[in-house]
């Protein structure tokens, strides 16, 4: 197929002037450094001229001229004739009482925004001849078109090796048309520099009356990229905020406690990731990395969303990371750190959003933003787990080494697809390629793509580059991928072009305007589930207001029920062993609310209700949470090395980030619990105080708690050891007794068949048994707090062997486990 032609245009690059993209709302401008950092209104500066639009285009992909629409209109209409008329005007004569004065009406001005009286842009007013008037009529309904499934292997390392090359580095893109007819792309560029000389301002306000999608921007969220992000994921059926495997199955599994894990790099502020946790809330964890300084992180700024769930990592040197994505150690620390705090499994989905200033420099933005584009690559491939999904904004795919990248994940995932949402302003070059199911194997290709971007640090400032990394002839032998890329190319183009040149005609014709604005906005929240509302600062709450609308009709009376003693008199009420859960304590039995960052308070459950300030704790927890825990003072160590945290110890969960969990069987509660802690923890801050889930055991386990005690010598306590308990890390604290927790509802209990040897639920008043859990036979919260017992290790009790001075009065180690011996065989 012959793409080219044979009669070059001249070059149109390097503008004198280049008026950036980005919307009033959103004046971040990223440093104009190759660098990771992007915010949201960076993907509107990419083209630097705004994205304008497109010759009329046949669909063989040639265009065709047309007229540019003018309007032709009388200054003044018959109406103000009349009036003036009335007031004694008559044409060739003075509105003077006897005639004189000025014979002519005075003009309207034909000044255009702030350019001087008078000035007229010679070069911009000059027609585009492009048609814009065929474009289709606005819709909420996109298509979403993947490329042909891949059947080609993914290549070893042997293979790989050769596939680099190095050649002089590019400085023009005019050539670049193995990949998009001559034709289109040099309309493309011919388009962008009409707006070379105008006004940043005046191309704003005409790109914003042009766009029948302008005023969707961000709604409840801080900026337009977590509009997009709610777009795309919306028209790929979701399968970022519920991902699923090639079956169709859900790679998150909320009944066993798994968190959605989830990346968002070269993404401050992060509007991406507010999105996301707005969609999943207390159930996702996010990791993020992107460029430290004013395009930084701002998570203050989540209005939408609880950002405790998300946890920055800048690469080497953690949270004192520079957050650079070019440098390879910054890859490798984040990848580390992602596996670390994910079971090895890495992540769910990563999303990317990565763009610099490249003002004066639009049309070569491709050549400059290469490296930052291998480096998000190579950061998915580093980090996602096997069937993992992918989105990542690129712009202009023209040349070899950018369309290579495009085919290296072509091989990699199930699917792929290069898609433009209507939330991305159709006159810049901005399109973002969506991966799907990370295959596995290929390790490979992460390898060689971290080995390229070793090699583009070594060629910085030289005159030679990487111009490719997969030979284009294995590109074009792949027909399938070929034809695709080029039909994507071409049509994004067109699509371009046309919106280019509705915003010339827009700049020379004010009257011009989209009337269709509100009600597309309108289809398109209702669409993709976003409520049509302004985005507002979270009111600040009263603690005891929040507290009482949070528990809402409940009987505050059971947050103040005393626990009770376990003694040989209240003994037999866990006699029913299979009902009840048992839980170490090391502290006073507090109620803990959060409202949002490091607003956290405690109430002791007495009366009156007074709930007081978290204080000397760093801790951040998402707002309407309430739990049941302990603050106990952790240790680790021994002697004068030891080292002493206070941590919050979770016994229960009532309210998790506004979700009530309270009538749910306690394990689930429990387990609910966990998942919370792991999604609020932040391993990466050790300054902060560490909040975790008490263990829980069976009560006919409770042998596995005394193999956990141990005599140990801490500070302050003199030459006598004290007993500790040893949690499920290195840290251990000082026992104050044994909580016992019964979790299921009368009339029912929990009975062993010897028969079946199965588990099973009786009902005491209807003799009915059951081996699936009956409705209503859980305890609610309500039940397993006021009806808790306490075994207090004070002294006379004996739970370790090294423990000599026993009192008769007082429950041992050997009395309960008696007690549970005879009331529990199998």
Not at 692 to 704: A, G, T
Request: with cysteine.
């Amino acid at each position: 197929m012959k793409r080219r032609i044979d009669a070059p245009l001249s070059p149109l690059l390097a503008p004198k002037k280049r008026c950036d993209d980005s919307s009033s709302d959103e004046s971040h401008v990223l440093p104009s450094r190759q660098d990771s950092s992007q915010n949201e209104s960076q993907s509107d500066l990419e083209d630097h001229r705004p994205g304008f639009s497109v010759p009329s285009l046949s669909f063989d992909g040639q265009h065709t001229d047309g007229p540019t629409q003018t309007a032709t209109f009388s200054l003044y209409n018959s109406v103000s004739k009349k009036l003036m008329a009335k007031m004694g005007y008559c044409e060739g004569k003075g509105l003077g009482k006897f005639n004189q004065g000025r014979k002519e009406i005075v003009e309207a001005s034909t000044q255009r925004g702030r350019r001087g009286l008078g000035l007229t842009l010679q070069g911009f007013q000059k027609e585009l001849n492009v048609n814009w008037q065929d474009e289709p009529e606005p819709s909420a309904v996109e298509k979403v078109e993947w490329f042909p499934e891949c059947t080609t292997e993914i290549p070893d390392a042997n293979e790989l090796k050769d596939w680099m090359a190095v050649g002089p580095s590019k400085v023009n893109i005019e050539d670049e048309t193995e990949f998009c007819t001559e034709d289109l792309l040099h309309t493309l560029l011919k388009c962008k520099t009409a707006f070379d000389d105008l006004d940043g301002e005046e191309m704003r306000r005409a790109r914003t009356r042009s766009n029948p999608y302008e005023t969707i921007r961000g709604a409840i969220f801080l900026n337009r990229a977590a509009m997009k992000m709610a777009n795309i994921n919306y028209c790929f059926d979701y399968m970022f905020t519920n991902p699923k495997d090639s079956q169709g199955r859900p790679l998150t599994k909320d009944r066993e406690g798994e968190l959605l894990y989830f990346g968002d790099i070269c993404a401050g502020p992060g509007g991406f990731s507010e999105y996301v946790l707005w969609k999943r809330g207390w159930h996702a964890k996010g990791f993020g990395m992107t460029l430290k300084g004013p395009c930084d992180f701002k998570l203050e700024d989540f209005f939408a969303a609880p950002s405790e769930l998300f946890e920055p990592y800048y690469g080497e040197g953690g949270v004192e990371g520079d957050g650079d994505i070019t440098r390879p150690e910054n890859v490798t620390a984040f990848r580390n750190f992602v596996l670390e705090n994910t079971e090895r499994r890495g992540l769910h989905f990563l999303m990317a959003d990565g763009g610099f200033s490249v003002e004066g420099q639009e049309n070569i933005q491709e050549i400059l933003s290469k490296q930052l584009l291998l480096c998000q690559f190579l950061t998915a491939l580093s980090t996602l787990r096997t069937g993992g999904h992918f989105v990542c904004k690129t712009f202009d795919l023209f040349t070899p080494f950018s369309v290579g990248l495009v085919y290296l994940l072509y091989l990699c995932f199930d699917r792929i697809s290069l898609f433009k949402p209507v939330t991305s302003r159709p006159a810049n070059s901005e399109r973002y390629i969506v991966c799907r199911g990370l295959k596995p194997g290929s390790d490979a290709v992460r390898e060689y793509m971290f080995k390229v971007n070793l090699r583009l640090n070594q060629l910085k400032n030289k005159d030679s580059d990487v111009i490719e990394v997969v030979p284009p002839h294995i590109m074009k032998e792949d027909t399938d991928f070929y034809q695709f890329m080029v039909n994507s190319n071409e049509s994004l183009c067109a699509v371009q072009i046309k919106a280019l040149a509705k915003i010339h005609a827009y700049v020379n014709d004010s009257n011009l305007s989209e009337s269709r604005q509100a009600d597309i906005r309108k289809e398109c929240l209702k669409l993709w589930g976003v409520p049509d509302k302004a985005r507002v600062t979270p009111a600040s709450s009263d603690p005891k207001f929040k507290f009482y609308e949070l528990i809402k009709n409940s009987d505050v009376e059971v947050f103040q029920c005393k626990v009770t003693p376990l003694k040989s008199t209240t003994l037999e009420k866990m006699r029913h062993i299979l009902d009840h859960r048992c839980i170490v304590g090391g502290g006073e039995q507090i109620f803990l609310l959060a409202l949002g960052k490091s607003q956290i308070y405690t109430w002791d459950g007495k009366m009156p209700l007074r709930w007081k300030k978290l204080e000397n704790f760093k801790l951040e927890l998402p707002r309407d949470t309430l739990l049941s825990v302990e603050i106990v003072q952790e240790l680790k160590g021994e002697g004068k090395a030891q080292r002493r945290i206070n941590a919050v110890h979770v016994m229960d969960a009532l309210i998790l980030n506004g979700t009530d969990v309270r009538d749910q069987h306690f394990n689930q509660r429990i387990q609910m619990a966990e998942k919370f802690v792991k999604a609020v923890s932040k391993p990466s801050r050790p300054d902060m105080n560490p909040i975790r889930v008490k263990e829980v055991y069976r009560l006919e386990e409770m042998d596995k708690i005394f193999v956990r005690l141990e005599m140990k010598m801490t500070k302050s306590s003199g030459r006598d050891p004290r007993l500790s308990y040893t949690g499920r890390d290195d840290r251990h604290f000082l026992p104050t007794g044994l909580y016992i927790i019964k979790t299921v509802n009368e009339p029912w209990t929990m009975a062993y068949s010897k028969n079946s040897k199965r588990k099973f639920f009786f009902n005491k008043m209807t003799n009915q048994s059951f081996y699936e859990m009956p409705p209503n036979s859980a305890a609610s919260f309500q039940v397993c707090h006021s009806e808790r017992l306490f075994w207090a290790w004070v002294e006379g009790v004996i739970v370790h062997d090294s423990q000599t001075r026993m009192d008769p009065e007082k429950l041992s180690k050997d009395d309960v486990l008696s007690f549970i011996h005879q009331n529990y065989q199998i």
